[in-house]
């Protein structure tokens, strides 16, 4: 039986923000990470009609 691992929405998100800032920037896992987190949670937090 193969186990599967439960990856949340949120670490989707966070995992495809730190791949697009480490294709552009360099910056390493953890600084890219910490980054992706930031701007996760910023757009989080702009008002839907903004967005």
Do not use: C
């Not at 294709?23 to 910490?34: C, I, P, Q, T, V």
């Amino acid at each position: 039986m193969t186990k599967t691992k439960f990856v949340s929405r949120y670490e989707r998100r966070v995992t495809f923000v730190q791949d697009v800032l480490q294709k552009n920037a360099k910056l390493g896992d953890k600084a890219a990470h910490e980054l992706a987190v930031q701007v996760v949670y910023a757009i989080d937090h702009i008002p839907e009609p903004t967005r």
